[in-house]
C-alpha cells in the first residue's frame, strides 16, 4: 500500500457556454493486489461547477486501476459532498488514465454523472 499526493486543474460545466475552470487537490491510497489490478480509493477537495455557480466539494473516488509498465487506465465510482450548497450530495462515474514516472504522477480524468456539471481535469503529484 502507498499513498499520493494529487493537485490540478479542471474544467466543469456543459463545456458549450456555461463552464468553469476549478482546481482539485487530495490523497490517493494505492492498494496494490497484484502488479497490475491495483484499488484506490481517495479522498479530494475539488471546486467545480458553472460559470456562475463554482461550488466546494469533498469527494471520494474509488477506482479500480489496471497497470501498464509506467501507464494506468482507472475507472470506478465517486461520490462529492457539497460543502457550500444545499445539494448535499452527487456521485457517477470517474474514469481516466495516468503515467508514473519515478514518484512522479501525471494524469488526466473525467467524472460523469447524470447532471452537469460533468468534469474533465488533469492532475499532477507525488507517490510516497
Not at 509498465?69 to 456521485?91: R, T, W
Amino acid at each position: 500500500m502507498s499513498l499520493g499526493l494529487r493537485a490540478g486543474i479542471n474544467i466543469s460545466g456543459d463545456y458549450y457556454d456555461d463552464y468553469a475552470i476549478g482546481m482539485q487537490l487530495g490523497l490517493v491510497f494505492d492498494i496494490a493486489m497484484s502488479d497490475w489490478f491495483h484499488v484506490q480509493p481517495g479522498l479530494m477537495y475539488g471546486r467545480k461547477g458553472i460559470e456562475n455557480d463554482l461550488l466546494h466539494y469533498l469527494g471520494s473516488p474509488l477506482l479500480i486501476s489496471f497497470k501498464f509498465s509506467a501507464f494506468s487506465i482507472n475507472a470506478g465510482p465517486y461520490i462529492d459532498l457539497s460543502l457550500s450548497d444545499s445539494k448535499f450530495f452527487e456521485c457517477g462515474l470517474n474514469v481516466g488514465m495516468g503515467f508514473d514516472i519515478g514518484v512522479f504522477y501525471i494524469g488526466t480524468f473525467y467524472e460523469y454523472d447524470k447532471s452537469v456539471p460533468r468534469t474533465f481535469g488533469l492532475n499532477v503529484g507525488v507517490n510516497l
